[in-house]
Antibody, heavy 113, light 112 residues
Framework: QVQLQQSGAELVKPGSSVKMSCKAS????????IYWIKQRPGQGLEWIGR????????NYNEKFKGKATFTVDKSSSTAYMQLSSLTPEDTAVYYC??????WGQGVMVTVSS | DVVLTQTPVSLSVTLGDQASISCRSS???????????LEWYLQKPGQSPQLLIY???NRFSGVPDRFIGSGSGTDFTLKISRVEPEDLGVYYC?????????FGAGTKLELK
């Protein structure tokens, strides 16, 4: 069965960066886009962008260009998202999803000094 | 960006009732290939969103047939007949026709 296992919660300081992982299993990793979604506490969902693991092709929501960077490691079927220049507005749960059909459990990122 | 307006914001129901959620788009969601990339998700408390409906009216694997999606163009509806306890949570519509993809603000389904 398709599973996406995300890395653990992060507490980071303003101005720093964080890199989270999303390990896929149960399907051919290179065949489907991985999407990243943001959910601020008590708020709705925002699409950050996507990466094609086979090609490395990326597509970012304009709002997150310069904030988010997607990469993949095909050898371990793992996708990564790095968030830079963190501010309190980046405090959120970040989800990865494959084709929006299957979702990871989310990573809670807290930005606080 | 495409704005998806969901109504109502919250919906109080009795178990066994029917519930209906509207999702209106600021632009037509029919893509040039003729497909309409409108989906519905349910997020239960403390959980990740789960796909219910894709392509306006297609139920995802394992989704009960009491969930019915309909609509076209800019107006879409999710109906839940005979609400059960596991249906409670926040429902989101979502469009992947136009870049950037966008979600509605959500409709909270709760018990009366």
């Amino acid at each position: 069965q398709v599973q996406l296992q995300q890395s653990g919660a992060e507490l980071v300081k303003p101005g720093s960066s964080v890199k989270m992982s999303c390990k896929a299993s149960g399907y051919t990793f290179t065949s489907y886009y991985i999407y990243w979604i943001k959910q601020r506490p008590g708020q709705g969902l925002e699409w950050i962008g996507r990466i094609g693991p086979g090609s490395g092709d990326t597509n970012y929501n304009e709002k997150f260009k310069g904030k988010a960077t997607f990469t993949v490691d095909k050898s371990s079927s793992t996708a990564y998202m790095q968030l830079s220049s963190l501010t309190p507005e980046d405090t959120a749960v970040y989800y990865c999803a494959v084709g929006f059909r299957y979702w990871g459990q989310g990573v809670m990122v807290t930005v606080s000094s | 960006d495409v704005v998806l307006t969901q109504t109502p914001v919250s919906l109080s129901v009795t178990l066994g009732d029917q519930a209906s959620i509207s999702c209106r788009s600021s632009q037509s969601l029919e893509y040039s290939d003729g497909y309409t990339y409108l989906e519905w998700y349910l997020q239960k408390p403390g959980q990740s969103p789960q796909l219910l409906i894709y392509g306006v009216s297609n139920r995802f694997s394992g989704v009960p047939d009491r969930f019915i999606g309909s609509g076209s163009g800019t107006d879409f509806t999710l109906k839940i007949s005979r609400v059960e306890p596991e249906d409670l949570g926040v429902y989101y519509c979502f469009q992947a026709t136009h870049d950037p993809y966008t979600f509605g603000a959500g409709t909270k389904l709760e018990l009366k």
